[in-house]
């Protein structure tokens, strides 16, 4: 049985910073890539960030502009995104989800979350000003 189970939310100030985990289990992980994606009361799941089944190539969303950092580790099954400068805009449940590594060879593939073949329940963030 495949899980993703992130943490690592909760409520910030704006201008602060958390980190987010996702532990990935019932698969072989360095056999997908990565992603976070986020979704805010009444918008769609938005791409926030990606990350190859080796860790050699990243990928973000423009809104992101250089406030956050993907990453992972293979040994320990987890992906991890790393939120600063947090704005209220960015208040949102976050969810990561595994992209099969042929699929994440294109860069394309990782801001469709058709790509996607499992996610997790979703961490909420909440950025008060």
């Known amino acids: 049985q495949v899980q993703l189970v992130e943490s690592g939310g909760g409520l910030v100030q704006a201008g602060g910073s958390l980190r987010l985990s996702c532990v990935v289990s019932?698969?072989?992980?360095?056999?997908?890539?990565m992603g976070w994606f986020r979704q805010a009361p009444g918008k769609e799941r938005e791409f926030v960030a990606g990350?190859?089944?080796?860790?050699?190539?990243?990928y973000y969303a423009d809104f992101v502009k250089g406030r956050f950092t993907i990453a992972r580790d293979n040994a320990q099954s987890t992906t991890y995104l790393q939120l600063s400068s947090l704005k209220d805009e960015d208040t949102a449940v976050y969810y990561c989800?595994?992209?099969?590594?042929?699929?994440?060879?294109?860069?394309?593939?990782?801001?469709?979350?058709?790509?996607?073949?499992?996610w997790g329940q979703g961490t909420q963030i909440t950025v008060a000003s």
């Open positions: 989800a595994t992209v099969p590594r042929y699929r994440g060879a294109y860069a394309s593939n990782y801001r469709n979350h058709q790509s996607y073949t499992y």
């Open positions: 019932g698969l072989t992980f360095n056999n997908y890539a």
């Open positions: 990350i190859t089944w080796s860790g050699d190539s990243t």
